[in-house]
Every structure is written in C-alpha cells, then in structure tokens.
C-alpha cells in the first residue's frame, strides 16, 4: 500500500501495552512515514515508554504541562498535524488517542482531503469515533497479541468482545439493501466498505471474528455465496438478506 501514514501518540492518553501490535495494525492500512509521541517525559510514570519508542523507531516530543489542569499536550498534537498536513508529506493520519478533545483535528483532516484512521480504548467518546474514517479499539489489539502467544486471559478477553445485537443485524441488513441487486445479492467487499462508512468502528474482531464472512454466516439471517473470480483464484463471496429480513426492510 502507497499511503504514507503520519502516526500522532497521545501518551498522556494511551497504555504502553502492545504498541508494537500496534504498529503492525497501523502497517496494514499504509507506511507510518512519522511516528511522534507527545507527553511530558519528566514525569515518572512515562518512563514504561523509554524503550518500547526505541524498539519501534517512535520519536518522543517534550510537551511539559505548564498549567495545572490543562493538556497541553492535545495542543502540541495538534499543532503538529497541522504542520504535517500543510508539508504534504503524508496522505492520511493515525491518531492514537481516546481523548475527544482531537475529534476537531480528525474533522478538519478529513476535509482537507486526508485519511484519518483512529485507535483508541472502548471508552473514547463517539464524536471522536464518527470524526475517523475508520477506528480501531485496542482492546481488539491486544486479545490478538494474547492469541499469538497463547496466553490469553480469557474472561478479560470475554468482556471485551461486544455482543451481536439486533441493531447491529438492523445495520448489515439495511447495508446489503443499499447495494444489493433486482435479485438481493451485494458483493461482500462492499458491503464492508459501506458498513465502515456508516460506522467507523464497525470491526468484525470486536465481536470475535477474524472476518466478515464467518461472523455474516453466524447470525443466521443472511445468505452467502461463492462465485468464481475471472481475474483471480480467490472466489468472490456476494451475501443476500433472507426473504423474512428482506421482508422486514421493507417495512
């Protein structure tokens, strides 16, 4: 991928935890070109960071805090992207932050162009959320790393999976219409791109599933099929609301 990606790391806001997880995750939606980190690195319980910045080539920033109970830390953030956006250096940004105080930075990237991709604990506030193109919780982050070296708390790993409610079938379904053809079908591929679209944190991992098709055909109100793909080995997997949910679309 050709997206040269500016990667911002709000440290007063973010665990240490899996930040090289992290940066992997980033890696599959462009090349982290920059890689800052903001806090106040006189303080104590910044120090975790020290060596995981140098492992993953991330450049820290001094920000100290020159008021109590102000961030200026958010300011200094900001004031970066700017720089960077007007550099023309980069085609998108990472905004590492659960903190709603950057959902104004996010606006204004995305309408100068930029794609704004979010990461963040559960606990970010949805206007941040809804700002990023696309947002992904860390928690989801860390149950893969967990996974990888199998050791994974499971009863953590339980209460960070979100459950599949009847709004987030309304919510598929309602997508598959959107595109779906006289006969029903909408190709997978894009049914996904319009579902991140609709909702930015819209992530089959947040329920437990590595994929799209396989948490589709969990629900049971949804038909999946293969068809064979004339440029490519790889079949392509077109999805249809069954005629009860078609029916209740309709409605």
């Known amino acids: 991928m050709n997206l040269n990606l500016a990667v911002l790391i709000d440290g007063d806001n973010i665990p240490s935890a899996h930040v090289k997880e992290m940066m992997e995750e980033i890696a599959k939606y462009g090349n982290p070109t920059i890689k ?5 690195w006189t303080k104590p319980n910044l120090n975790k960071w020290k060596n995981l910045l140098l492992e993953n080539a991330i450049t820290p920033i001094q920000q100290y805090a020159y008021t109590t109970g102000k961030n200026a830390t958010d300011s200094a953030m900001i004031i ?10 980069v085609s998108g940004f990472c905004l590492v ?10 606006t204004r990237l995305r309408e100068a162009g930029m794609q704004v991709i979010g990461i963040g604990e559960k606990k970010t506030p949805n206007p941040f959320i809804v700002a990023c193109d696309k947002f992904i919780y860390i928690e989801i982050i860390r149950n893969q790393s967990e996974e990888k070296t199998d050791t994974p708390n499971k009863e953590e790993k339980k209460e960070s999976i979100d459950q599949i409610t009847p709004k ?34 819209f992530d089959s991992r947040n329920y437990g599933f590595d994929k799209l098709t396989p ?24 999805v249809k609301n069954k005629e009860k949910q078609r029916r209740k679309n309709k409605r």
């Open 215 to 238: 948490l589709i055909k969990s629900i049971g109100n949804f038909e999946l099929e293969r068809r064979d793909n004339h440029k490519s080995r790889h079949k392509l997997v077109f």
């Open 80 to 89: 970066d992207a700017m720089d960077i956006l007007y550099s023309g250096k």
């Open 97 to 106: 932050s659960s903190d709603s105080d950057f959902t104004r930075l996010a």
């Open 36 to 40: 800052r980190i903001y806090g106040d």
């Open 168 to 201: 987030v079938i309304r919510l598929i379904a309602s997508t598959i219409s959107d595109l779906s053809d006289d006969d029903g079908w909408a190709f997978l591929g894009d049914v996904g791109s319009l579902l991140q679209k609709k909702q930015p944190n």
